[in-house]
Structures are given as C-alpha cells and as structure tokens.
C-alpha cells in the first residue's frame, strides 16, 4: 500500500507514483519564504560501461514512511528555519530520464534550504529502507546496488547478482 503523509510541514510519499516537481515546490511554498531548494535523482542510462535499461525500486513502506519523517523532524531541528519538506521516492521500474527521488525544502534565506535538502538525500540513502535493481541492456545481468552511505563511505559500491 502506498504511503503518503501530509501535514502542515512535510509531504512525504513512497509509492509507484509520485509527485512531480512542480507540486513539491508548490507544496513548499510559503510566502514567508525566498528560496526553495530541490533535488531530484534521475535515472541515467549507463554505469560503468553498461547500458542500463532501467532501474526496479523495492521498499518497506511503513517503516520507509517513519524514517523520513524521522528525517524531516531531525532536518527541521538542525535548520529552525525551514517551513516545509516535501520528499518523495518512487517504487516499481524507473525508466531513464524519469525522477526516483524528489525532495524540496523552503525557507526564508537560501543556505538553509540548500543545506537541509543534502541533509535529506544522505539521510534517505543512508537509512531509508528502499533498494535498487539495476536491469542492464543485453546478456548481462541485473545486479541490487547498495549505496555508498551503507558502506560507511567507502569508494565501492556492493553489488550482488540477481539470482
């Protein structure tokens, strides 16, 4: 079941549709506010000489869902003046050129709201419970990536095949 939460600050939603970025931003608007950053992670079409096809997205919605709120509470704590978040994950295929990830944060000067919203995407990457399949083109197969931040930063990435 798709996971959406609305309240006056945050709009978060993991779901096989997705806002776009112009509601996000519409979400984040606030006439207190004059800077509204975003991020969107757009599937590409090749990795390490690979064409990629596509990538599937699985998660565990509920506790996808407490995580970013925890998120955005942690967000709102170490950036006081951000208005609203909106952050958003799809799950299902992706195809190349669309969005996974959108996340858009409001404030009244700019260096919050850019800051918060890197603040999200590590966090999301790092804690969130949502992985990735990257489907290839041809014979070569699919393999579940694991982010970078689950690897404590280090240069590789874990990549194990699809059985």
């Not at 757009?42 to 407490?66: C, D, H, W």
């Amino acid at each position: 079941m798709p996971v959406e939460s609305i309240n006056t600050r945050y709009l978060i939603k993991v779901s096989e549709t997705i806002p776009t970025i112009d509601e996000c931003h519409l979400f984040c608007s606030d006439p207190e506010c004059g800077a509204i950053s975003s991020f969107a992670g757009i599937t590409r079409n090749n990795f390490q000489g690979k064409v990629v096809k596509k990538l599937s997205y699985e998660g565990y919605v509920p506790m996808a869902e407490k995580e970013l709120r925890k998120l955005c509470d942690e967000a709102t704590c170490l950036y006081p003046s951000i208005k609203r978040i909106a952050i958003v994950h799809v799950l299902g295929h992706c195809p190349v050129g669309a969005a996974s990830v959108l996340l858009c944060s409001s404030s009244p000067h700019r260096r919050d709201s850019i800051r918060c919203t890197e603040f999200l995407i590590d966090g999301l990457k790092a804690r969130v419970p949502i992985w990735k399949l990257e489907v290839y083109e041809g014979d070569e197969k699919s393999v579940w990536k694991e982010n970078l931040e689950w690897s404590e930063g280090k240069a590789n990435r874990v990549m194990v095949k699809q059985s």
